[in-house]
């Protein structure tokens, strides 16, 4: 099956400064690349996804990369704030189910 | 997108009872799935309910403890039996609103979830 791996677990950076958040995949024929941000207490909701066949997606502060090759993508965002303050969620999928990352704690310090 | 509820919010139970837990669409959806969070941690899939068939469930999880109805498109139901404080999480449904066919990529939206705690 699937395996999916996020880093950093733990992210802190400065209000106005860059995050990246990095995810690996193993399965070839995952397809569809979403990620979650979950604020405390609360669901988690989809922010940003990118699909195999592209290579990059913006939208505003937030962007996500993919290289197929090499299996892993990326969630950039930048200027952060400090209500970027959440748990972000990368997952995979092949069509038929999704395989999620185990999370990164984001911390926007003002 | 689509608006989704589930009932409860939050319980809190005793050991060796049952909870059944809802979750409403306000459109009609073929996929729903049934997920486990505990605290702290990413996301589980319990199974998959699609409407006229029977729930797939992951490795780990049964339907003995963990029934699941979808008698329409826009309403499933998670019970969870039997429980013990291992069973303390949150559960949340969520469903693709695509209405595409198996195999193809889909997008998830969550329910809001609800907190169990079992004594």
């Known amino acids: 099956g699937e395996n999916v791996e996020q880093h950093p677990s733990t992210l802190s950076v400065q209000e106005g400064d860059s995050a990246v958040i990095k995810c690996t995949y193993s399965d070839s024929a995952s397809n569809y690349f979403p990620w979650y941000k979950q604020e405390l207490g609360k669901r988690p909701q989809l922010i940003i996804d990118?699909?195999?066949?592209?290579g990059e997606k913006k939208d505003q502060r937030i962007a996500v990369t993919l290289n197929k090759t090499a299996k892993h993508f990326s969630l950039h965002i930048t200027e952060t704030q400090p209500e970027d303050s959440a748990v972000y969620f990368c997952?995979?999928?092949?069509?038929?189910?999704?395989?999620f990352g185990t999370g990164t704690s984001l911390t926007v310090i003002p | 997108s689509a608006v989704i509820s589930q009932k409860p919010s939050r319980d809190i139970c005793q050991r060796g009872t049952s909870l059944t837990i809802q979750c409403q669409v306000d459109s009609q959806v073929t996929m729903m799935f049934w997920y486990r969070q505990q605290p702290g941690q990413s996301l589980t899939l319990i199974a998959t309910?699609?409407?006229?068939?029977?729930?797939?469930?992951e490795s780990g999880f049964v339907i003995d403890k963990f029934p699941i109805s979808r008698p329409n498109l826009t309403f499933s139901t998670l019970t969870v039996s039997n429980m013990s404080p291992e069973d303390s999480s949150i559960y949340l449904c969520?469903?693709?609103?695509?209405?595409?066919?198996?195999?193809?990529?889909?997008?998830?939206?969550f329910g809001p979830g609800t907190r169990l705690t079992v004594l």
């Open positions: 990118i699909r195999s066949n592209v």
């Open positions: 309910a699609n409407q006229g068939s029977e729930a797939t469930y």
């Open positions: 997952a995979a999928s092949n069509g038929n189910q999704f395989y």
């Open positions: 969520s469903v693709d609103t695509s209405g595409s066919r198996m195999g193809s990529y889909n997008e998830q939206f």
